[in-house]
């Protein structure tokens, strides 16, 4: 009975997207929010039970980042990008396995200990990513760059 808001521009498959949702007859239980102010996405982290990111392929993965700052409890693909940025937080299951992730969800929603557990993991992760320590870490990686270039 959860209400499922995917947040974000649309993607490059948005039509599929949006197709799967009117096959699979969940239009009152999926809403494509799209893209969002900075004020309405803190709003959405603040008010989400959990983000759930099963991402195929990542870069970086700043949604994570955004939600370890919310204090938000994570579900996540367990590929070696969000296992980079979130650690052991999340709960992790492989993108394409429907019933582990059905099995997360419900576990966050029927266990407040398991919630609170994994928002206080996101909320002292949360601090290894600040602008300073980025700012830190790409001077310093321009000067191991710059240090091989001479």
Do not use: H
């Not at 102010?37 to 803190?42: A, G, H, I, N, V």
């Not at 392929?57 to 590929?79: C, H, K, R, T, Y």
Request: glycine share 6%; with cysteine; proline share 7%.
């Amino acid at each position: 009975d959860l209400p499922l808001m995917m947040v974000g521009p649309p993607s490059g498959d948005e039509e599929r997207v949006r197709e799967l949702i009117t096959q699979l007859g969940l239009q009152q239980r999926v809403t494509r929010v799209g893209a969002v102010s900075e004020s309405e996405l803190s709003w959405f982290y603040e008010n989400a039970l959990a983000l759930c990111f099963p991402s195929i392929a990542e870069g970086f993965g700043v949604p994570l980042v955004e939600a370890l700052g919310a204090g938000l409890p994570i579900i996540a693909s367990d590929i070696p990008p969000t296992r980079e940025v979130a650690g052991d937080v999340p709960i992790y299951s492989a993108a394409n396995e429907q019933r582990a992730w059905a099995e997360a969800i419900e576990a966050l929603v029927s266990d407040q200990r398991l919630r609170d557990r994994k928002a206080s993991e996101a909320r002292r992760r949360a601090p290894m990513f600040t602008w300073e320590r980025t700012a830190a870490a790409t001077l310093a990686a321009y000067r191991m760059a710059l240090a091989d270039a001479v």
